[in-house]
């Protein structure tokens, strides 16, 4: 399959054009309509992380954090890409002991924590386990589903499992695209993952995020998990990532999710935008930048915001003694419909 993406960051080194990233966005509303995109925005990928909340959503429809009594930050772990922090630790051990299950229930495999791989080094004795794992959070919901409903944990990853077809089905009807129509993959952490067109992948971030609490039973579940997001960024993240910065800045205005190889969503409450985009070289700093270059474009940043913002926005590109020997900036504007 080809793909119509277009340069969307240059990154210079000593004044000098080093790198092109390309790739396409796709911004539309809560009923699927494109408001505006750069490259191909029914380019397919997939959806890797950015599913999170989608795949917690059939635990949440079942009443399963009420059952199991899970905090509002549990709640956010569910949908996280954590750091490995000793505050999602902990909270995922709790999670694992309210459903009766233990570590060696994940079928996640192990992530060393962020903070060992940016230069911290590890206390004696440390031992790393599935717990630290950045998908653990939504494994353990996985878990405690098929508890609460008497399904099999041993093969809860296989597609063909019953919470696996239910994750479809979800995804399927917020889309509104039949799953002949996703392409099917196994992300980073076994679980099975879905690609689709990033304009249906924003249409899903749309709703998501303007969902409310007093409508139906759906929009009350995807409400629930959007604002345990908004409200505990730290515990879908981490310290000093993306994802926790941005979402902190909105002040419960939207909510930003990262997926890996370049897969960046934000679900924009306040305006009812979805935005999806891809970045086909994977670069993670690009997705960061464009997903704030998308929102300063369309008026969601205001000035004081976008100013907040700026080190992701244009980060300056270092070596490895720190020193500045370049800068990522963007390169696009947004085409509207």
């Known amino acids: 399959m080809k793909f119509n993406h277009e340069p969307l960051t240059v990154a210079k080194r000593n004044d000098h054009i080093e790198c092109v990233h390309s790739g396409s966005v796709a911004v539309v509303d809560t009923t699927g309509r494109l408001i505006a995109y750069a490259g191909d925005p029914a380019a397919y990928t997939f959806s890797r992380s950015a599913l999170k909340p989608f795949q917690a959503l059939p635990f949440t429809l079942a009443g399963g954090i009420q059952k199991f009594g899970f905090t509002e930050q549990?709640?956010?772990?569910?949908?996280?890409?954590?750091?490995?922090?000793?505050?999602?630790?902990?909270?995922?051990?709790?999670?694992?002991?309210?459903?009766?299950?233990?570590?060696?229930?994940?079928?996640?495999?192990?992530?060393?924590?962020?903070?060992?791989?940016?230069?911290?080094?590890?206390?004696?004795?440390?031992?790393?386990?599935?717990?630290?794992?950045?998908?653990?959070?939504?494994?353990?919901?996985?878990?405690?589903?098929?508890?609460?409903?008497?399904?099999?944990?041993?093969?809860y990853l296989d597609p063909s499992h019953f919470l696996q077809r239910e994750i479809v089905k979800v995804v399927s009807d917020l889309s509104e695209t039949s799953p002949i129509h996703f392409w099917y993959g196994t992300d980073g952490c076994s679980a099975p993952n879905i690609g689709l067109p990033l304009s249906r992948l924003a249409k899903i971030w749309a709703r998501f995020s303007a969902a409310r609490r007093d409508a139906d039973e759906l929009e009350r579940g995807m409400a629930t998990l959007a604002d345990a997001m908004m409200n505990w960024p730290e515990m879908y993240s981490g310290s000093g990532r993306a994802d926790n910065v941005l979402t902190r800045a909105g002040r419960g205005k939207w909510v930003s999710k990262t997926g890996a190889q370049g897969v960046r969503c934000v679900g924009a409450r306040a305006h009812g935008l979805g935005i999806a985009l891809k970045v086909g070289s994977g670069d993670y700093p690009t997705a960061y930048a464009v997903t704030i270059e998308v929102m300063r474009q369309l008026g969601i940043l205001d000035a004081e915001t976008t100013s907040e913002l700026q080190e992701w926005r244009e980060p300056v590109l270092r070596n490895c003694n720190g020193s500045a020997v370049g800068q990522l900036s963007c390169d696009f504007k947004l085409k509207y419909v």
């Open 74 to 155: 549990q709640t956010a772990l569910m949908c996280a890409s954590h750091s490995g922090e000793d505050v999602h630790v902990h909270a995922v051990s709790d999670m694992l002991a309210k459903a009766d299950c233990t570590e060696q229930d994940l079928r996640c495999g192990c992530h060393m924590p962020e903070r060992f791989l940016n230069g911290e080094a590890a206390p004696p004795g440390f031992v790393m386990d599935q717990r630290h794992n950045n998908c653990s959070g939504k494994h353990a919901g996985f878990l405690a589903y098929c508890q609460m409903g008497g399904y099999s944990i041993d093969d």
